[in-house]
């Protein structure tokens, strides 16, 4: 980083938070030219600052009665830099093989991403100690802390217990385990962004879900590209192979929906009684039947469904 390299020094400490937010921006930029993302990219990470920023101003107003308001304004500087930031470093498994889709392990992007954002923020932190601001607009150990601890909590994997005896969820499911682990939480931070980061089908409706799992699939089945893009189908790929394919996700799709719906009340377990009834009736409002309902009838996940018509759902500019 080179010295001063703002345009004004910062007053306040969301006037620094948002230096770091301008660094996040770039990054994710430059990530998804370089490694073609679809999915993990600037407007990805823009909808979960508007969903967490959502999930705070509701809840805002009973946070208040414990936390002091100077607090509080932090604590939301630091929602809006770790959904801006929270992906900012997306990590494939090495592959020689173009037409497999790609792999990722869980927590390495994450993982990758703390590390790079906070030697930023340290680094940051240091400059402007030399040019002798008020220690107030810098990030405090504090700080650090509860953004790592925000970032990581977006981490998502299989959950060991699905598919098992009088388990309800399907052997695949996919959650994330810092909702779910009341001792790791440091703030509310965390459990903020990592309800924003799934929270598409619960805040904002069915179609911005289906499209959101269409990107997904692209982005790691970059041999589909034109297919997905233009409605095009390689006549050299193995038809019965692609359809198998389009079917699975079609398939997680749906099932994601419906698991989406079955863990919200487990995931904001940690909240207050009064906290889970905003979030309940004001914040996740699409997480219904009639919704569930809406998704299987628009994705096709019959064995029988023409690839033609898989095509057609999959392919964004039909």
């Not at 910062?10 to 948002?18: D, G, I, L, Y």
């Not at 173009?98 to 680094?123: D, F, H, M, Q």
């Not at 079609?250 to 889970?276: D, P």
Request: charged share 20%.
């Amino acid at each position: 980083m080179n010295k001063n390299n703002w345009q004004r020094k910062p007053s306040s400490f969301a006037e620094t938070v948002k230096l770091v937010e301008n660094y996040a921006v770039i990054e994710i930029r430059q990530e998804t030219s370089e490694k073609q993302l679809y999915y993990h990219t600037l407007s990805h990470a823009l909808g979960v600052k508007r969903r967490a920023n959502k999930i705070f101003h509701n809840i805002q107003p009973v946070l208040a009665q414990s936390i002091p308001l100077a607090s509080l304004d932090r604590v939301e500087s630091l929602i809006n830099l770790c959904a801006i930031a929270h992906d900012m470093v997306q990590c494939f498994h090495p592959s020689t093989n173009a037409s497999t889709p790609r792999k990722r392990a869980a927590g390495v992007s994450e993982t990758a991403t703390v590390k790079k954002l906070l030697n930023y923020i340290r680094n940051l932190n240091q400059q402007l100690l030399t040019d002798q601001v008020d220690k107030s607009i810098l990030f405090s150990d504090l700080d650090l802390q509860i953004i790592q601890d925000g970032i990581l909590a977006t981490i998502c994997n299989r959950d060991p217990q699905a598919g098992k005896t009088n388990y309800s969820f399907s052997p695949y499911s996919i959650y994330q385990p810092y909702l779910y682990d009341s001792q790791r939480k440091i703030s509310v931070v965390g459990s903020i962004i990592a309800l924003a980061d799934l929270g598409t089908l619960g805040m904002e409706g069915a179609e911005n879900y289906i499209r959101e799992g269409v990107l997904i699939f692209l982005e790691d089945n970059l041999d589909l590209k034109e297919l997905i893009l233009n409605c095009e189908c390689n006549p050299a790929f193995d038809r019965h192979s692609i359809k198998a394919r389009l079917l699975n996700m079609t398939k997680f799709i749906v099932s994601m929906a419906k698991e989406r719906q079955a863990r919200l009340e487990l995931e904001i377990s940690g909240f207050t009684a009064s906290i889970r009834q905003i979030l309940r009736q004001q914040v996740f409002i699409y997480l219904n039947a009639q919704n569930i309902q809406k998704i299987e009838a628009i994705v096709p996940t019959d064995e029988n469904t023409k690839l033609s018509d898989l095509i057609k759902f999959f392919c964004l500019n039909a």
